[in-house]
Nanobody, 118 residues
Framework: QVELVESGGGLVQPGGSLRLSCAGS????????MGWYRQAPGKERELVAAFISGGRTNYADSVKGRFTISRDNAKNTVYLQMNSLKPEDTAVYYC????????????WGQGTQVTVSS
């Protein structure tokens, strides 16, 4: 069983910064991808940033240059540093882990609210 716990969300003014954390526990191995998605009201969930195969990273165009994903493998933790936040970044942010063993397993955290408003 795998559990993902996010933290670090909150209310921030436009132009501000937040750092999200996602701590994983359980049988975490054979990782395919690990990263962050977000879902704004009335919109579909979308990829924000993720580590993909070979240690490479993938970012949504809307966050490139503003957000940075990083990780601490020893702690099974992934971070999302968000700078120059905009009101359109307001969403619930979800940590996601995809592992592949006999089949693909897709795990989600409970989500953390990020609100960018003055």
């Amino acid at each position: 069983q795998v559990e993902l716990v996010e933290s670090g969300g909150g209310l921030v003014q436009p132009g501000g910064s937040l750092r999200l954390s996602c701590a994983g526990s359980g049988s975490i191995f054979s990782i395919l991808t690990m990263g962050w998605y977000r879902q704004a009201p009335g919109k579909e969930r979308e990829l924000v940033a993720a580590f993909i195969s070979g240690g490479r990273t993938n970012y949504a165009d809307s966050v490139k240059g503003r957000f940075t994903i990083s990780r601490d493998n020893a702690k099974n933790t992934v971070y999302l540093q968000m700078n120059s936040l905009k009101p359109e970044d307001t969403a619930v942010y979800y940590c996601n882990l995809k592992v592949i063993r006999t089949r693909l397993y897709d795990y989600w955290g409970q989500g953390t609210q990020v609100t960018v408003s003055s």
